[in-house]
């Protein structure tokens, strides 16, 4: 897709032209200071392929070759892979070229945590873990796991501490990645930032948001600045609500962040990685694409679906969620929309992608902004007394064993 140069350049701050210098994750330098969020679902083999490839183009854009930014797999429940489940072992698989190779765990238990980690690391099968305390979703929460689990605090240090301690026997380096906290009353992102920082972690992102806000009104960015502030010797990575590359300069600008963590903005989107790249680079170019660069982007998105489950129907019915991202602000009508949700061939997607118009140009605001979850604020869902102490009980340790059992989404 051919950047177009907007007016209003990013003003750069290092001597390469550079918004940000090379974000640090351990042994790794990645270049363009950019992260794919980890979602469930979403952030697979195939989705990341793509991502990569509009990343690079960015970085070419910027005068830059070679290595990008980081794209993190779907989160991978600790337990199912040490059980070696045939989709957990599929959701870990990279591409060859994936550089470094990184993988998100879930987990609520040292010792399964610890597992985990030694399995990915002894076998060779990841450059980065990243460990998800992020979750806010019901089942979850409500065993004391996900973004629940930091209200534990010698819980929490131990899943990291261990894991940290599997990672650096072949220099791995850990990431964790959280919210504000369980509620406006019960934050935990500041000593939970600290104690990652004690316990060895390479970086820390957060999610401005709490787990009660789930996905509903805007990140508070202002909390990442305080965790920058409290946090001073690894990176801290931002995340929550960026849309556009304009949003990602915004958010280091207020934030003083080391690097972006983007989520949400890139479903149905993808070439936000060139816009995102290149604007860090110090360029405005930016992507615009038409309608039938689009359709262009949904087809290679399913083929290489296609490769990672090695079945063209469960690619089909994957791809089926993307449509109305990647439709969003087009002047496609219901019916090509709903025949799209309903594809279950690369056949009948071809022919479907074939009647609209490939000339209609990027509608500008009407595709831009919010796209994917959102939803309202809830009570998060808890074991019963979560709240009462920040030490875990007997009764809660085992509450909280069954927590791996069945997850997703974060
Ligand atoms: C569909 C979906 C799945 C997600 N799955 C995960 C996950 O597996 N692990 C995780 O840490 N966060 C997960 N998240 C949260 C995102 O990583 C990110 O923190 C959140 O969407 C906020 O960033 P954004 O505003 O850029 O979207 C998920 C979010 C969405 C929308």
């Keep these: 897709m051919t950047p177009v140069t907007q007016a209003g350049e990013a003003a750069p701050a ?21 992260v794919l969020a980890p979602m ?23 005068g830059a070759s070679g290595a990008t930014s980081l794209y993190v797999s779907e989160m991978i429940t600790s337990r199912a892979l040490v059980e070696r489940t045939p989709e957990s072992m599929r ?56 973004s629940a689990l930091p209200w534990k605090k010698d819980l929490f240090k131990a899943i990291v501490g261990a894991v940290v301690e599997e990672g650096a026997k072949r220099d791995i380096p850990v990431t964790v990645k959280m919210r504000k906290g369980i509620d406006d009353v019960h934050l935990t992102f500041l000593d939970a930032g600290l104690t990652a920082e004690a316990e060895g972690v390479a970086a820390v992102a957060l999610h401005g948001r709490t787990a009660a806000q789930a996905y509903s009104g805007t990140a508070d960015w202002s909390a990442i600045r305080m ?65 039938g660069e689009v359709a262009e982007t949904l087809r290679t998105h399913t083929a290489y679906l296609c490769d990672f489950y090695g079945e063209e129907e469960r690619a089909c019915r994957d791809i089926r969620k993307h449509i109305a991202w990647y439709l969003k ?37 009407a595709a831009e902004g919010q796209r ?3 939803g309202s604020s809830r009570t998060v869902a808890l074991p019963d007394r979560w709240l009462e102490s920040r030490e875990l009980s007997e009764e809660h340790r085992r509450t909280i064993a069954e927590a791996e059992l069945s997850v997703s989404g974060g």
């Design 14 to 34: 290092h001597a390469d032209g550079a918004v940000l210098p090379p974000l640090r994750i351990g042994r790794h330098v990645i270049e363009s200071p950019v």
């Design 40 to 62: 469930a679902g979403i952030t697979n083999r195939a989705f990341r392929r793509l991502c990569r490839e509009y990343g690079n183009e960015g970085r070419a854009i910027g």
């Design 91 to 146: 959701l870990i698989e990279h591409d060859p070229d994936e550089n470094p190779r990184s993988i998100q765990l879930y987990s609520v238990d040292p010792a399964t945590a610890r597992a985990a980690a030694r399995m990915l690391v002894s076998e060779d099968r990841a450059d980065h873990i990243d460990l998800n305390f992020g979750c806010p979703v019901p089942k979850v929460t409500r065993k004391g796991g996900g």
């Design 372 to 374: 994917g979850r959102a």
């Design 227 to 291: 965790l920058k502030e409290t946090v001073t010797s690894i990176p801290v990575l931002g995340n929550g609500d960026i849309w556009s590359a304009e949003d990602a300069l915004r958010m280091v600008r207020e934030t003083g962040c080391d690097g972006v963590v983007v989520g949400r903005g890139c479903l149905g989107r993808p070439w936000l990685f060139t816009d995102l790249a290149a604007a860090f680079a110090g360029t405005s170019a930016r992507v615009t694409p038409t309608l």
């Design 329 to 365: 602000g087009f002047p496609a009508g219901s019916t090509i929309r709903n025949s799209l949700a309903l594809v279950d061939s690369m056949a009948a997607l071809d022919r479907l992608l074939a009647t609209l118009d490939p000339d209609v140009p990027w509608p500008g605001e």
